[in-house]
Nanobody
Framework: QVQLVESGGGLVQAGGSLRLSCAAS????????MGWYRQAPGKQRELVTT???????NCADSVKGRFTISRDNAKNTVYLQMNSLKPEDTAVYYC?????????????WGHGTQVTVSS
């Protein structure tokens, strides 16, 4: 079993910044891809950005140039630096990891952290 602990959400004014983090812990696992998704009220969960174990990234067009994903492999932690935030970025942000646990592939989601951007 792998546990994910997210932190860093909150309320910020438009144009401001926030940094989210998500740490994975457990026994006998190796982390492959990590990423962030978000879900706004009344909308489906959508991809924000992902990063592979090798550091390759992918992100939604809506956040390009504003959001940056990074990871610390030694700490099994992924970060999301969000700059120039807009009201439309308001959502619950979920951490997502793809791991191999005792040689078996698994996917895990964080509990979610609220990000609210006021205009």
């Amino acid at each position: 079993q792998v546990q994910l602990v997210e932190s860093g959400g909150g309320l910020v004014q438009a144009g401001g910044s926030l940094r989210l983090s998500c740490a994975a812990s457990g026994d006998g696992f190796r982390v492959n891809a990590m990423g962030w998704y978000r879900q706004a009220p009344g909308k489906q969960r959508e991809l924000v950005t992902t990063i592979t174990s090798g550091g390759s990234t992918n992100c939604a067009d809506s956040v390009k140039g504003r959001f940056t994903i990074s990871r610390d492999n030694a700490k099994n932690t992924v970060y999301l630096q969000m700059n120039s935030l807009k009201p439309e970025d308001t959502a619950v942000y979920y951490c997502y990891v793809e791991v191999v646990v005792w040689s078996l592939p698994r996917n895990y989601w964080g509990h979610g952290t609220q990000v609210t951007v006021s205009s």
